[in-house]
């Protein structure tokens, strides 16, 4: 199995610009997660989905973020506009089943400047 | 809500050492427990697991047992080496549907 993909890797943008994040995961697996990794906040559960439906988003910080999963192997996280204190890692995981383990993707290093 | 408390960091060691990194949890009931490793620069893997009172997860040379009278889950090594050099993450599977993580632990093993 290729796991969990995400892409791209790295991302550098300018404040004010649109970012998209995308993640593919693992075939089978009906429940995906994004989560943001910064220093200062640790790992965050950002918004999880259930057979592609969004089950909670509390965890999106601001109405700037948003999340899609348009079908089962496919789902984007978008910010518009950017800021700077969005620079952060951004990752995707998938799991089984609700409270089953998660699978993480490589990330997604986002840089606003 | 849920939480998972797992000893702060930075930890570091020499090679062959012992190692532990404590982990608790409050989540009711009889939640899954999980250790997960994150290598610089990469997201995190599931390192091991244990979905039952008393059983003990092992990988790696890793292990951790589950221990629901003190709502513990420590992980331990008998003898580190440098390439387990990771931030670690205690979880647990205490809500419907998502994994409470650890603030996570930075490990370092010196040669």
């Known amino acids: 199995d290729a796991g969990v993909i995400q892409s791209p890797r790295h991302e550098v943008t300018e404040m004010g610009q649109e970012v998209t994040l995308r993640c593919k995961p693992i075939s089978g697996h009906n429940s995906l997660f994004w989560y943001r990794q910064t220093m200062m906040r640790g790992l965050e559960l950002l918004i999880y989905f259930n057979n592609n439906v969004p089950i909670d988003d509390s965890g999106m910080p601001e109405d700037r973020f948003s999340a899609k999963m348009p079908n089962a192997s496919f789902s984007t996280l978008k910010i518009q506009p950017s800021e700077p204190r969005d620079s952060a890692v951004y990752f995707c995981a998938s799991s089984y089943e609700q409270g089953f383990e998660q699978y993480f993707g490589p990330g997604t290093r986002l840089t606003v400047t | 809500g849920d939480s998972v408390t797992q000893m702060e960091g930075p930890v570091t060691l020499s090679e062959e050492a012992f190692l532990t990194i404590n982990c608790t949890y409050t989540?009711?009931?009889?939640?899954?427990l999980f250790w997960y490793v994150q290598y610089p620069g990469e997201g995190l893997q599931l390192l091991l697991k244990a979905t039952k009172a008393d059983d003990k997860g092992s990988n790696k040379g890793f292990e951790a047992t589950y221990r629901k009278e003190t709502t513990s889950f420590h992980l331990e090594k008998g003898s580190v080496q440098v390439s387990d050099s990771a931030v670690y993450f205690c979880?647990?599977?205490?809500?419907?549907?998502?994994?409470?993580f650890g603030k996570g632990t930075l490990l370092t093993v010196n040669p």
């Open positions: 979880a647990d599977g205490g809500s419907n549907y998502k994994l409470t």
């Open positions: 989540a009711t009931g009889y939640p899954s």
